[in-house]
Nanobody, 125 residues
Framework: QVQLVESGGGAVQAGGSLRLSCTAS????????MGWFRQVPGNEREGVAA???????TYAASVEGRFTISKDDAKNTLYLHMNDLQPWESATYYC???????????????????WGQGTQVTVSS
């Protein structure tokens, strides 16, 4: 079992920045691909950014160049730096983990084994 806890969400004006964090606990010695998803009520959850066990990153086209995913293995923590946020990106952001072998694609994981509880991001115009 792996537990994921997100933090860092909040309210920001358009063009602003936020950094989300996701701390993992439990059986974290296993290799996992990690990712960030977001969801607006009534819409499907979409992959935003992901990183594999080797550190290779992938992003959704809509966030390429503005968002950066990174991880600190020593702290079991995943990050998402978000710049130039726009109102349409207001959503609940979720941290996710997929057990290796895994190959993230266009910011999304394949089969998600674990989800965090989500953190709200609100961008005002």
């Amino acid at each position: 079992q792996v537990q994921l806890v997100e933090s860092g969400g909040g309210a920001v004006q358009a063009g602003g920045s936020l950094r989300l964090s996701c701390t993992a606990s439990g059986n974290t010695y296993n290799g996992y691909c990690m990712g960030w998803f977001r969801q607006v009520p009534g819409n499907e959850r979409e992959g935003v950014a992901a990183i594999d066990v080797y550190g290779t990153v992938t992003y959704a086209a809509s966030v390429e160049g503005r968002f950066t995913i990174s991880k600190d293995d020593a702290k079991n923590t995943l990050y998402l730096h978000m710049n130039d946020l726009q109102p349409w990106e207001s959503a609940t952001y979720y941290c996710a983990a997929e057990l290796s072998p895994c190959r993230p694609y266009e910011g999304a994981l394949g089969v998600v084994n674990y989800w965090g509880q989500g953190t709200q991001v609100t961008v005002s115009s």
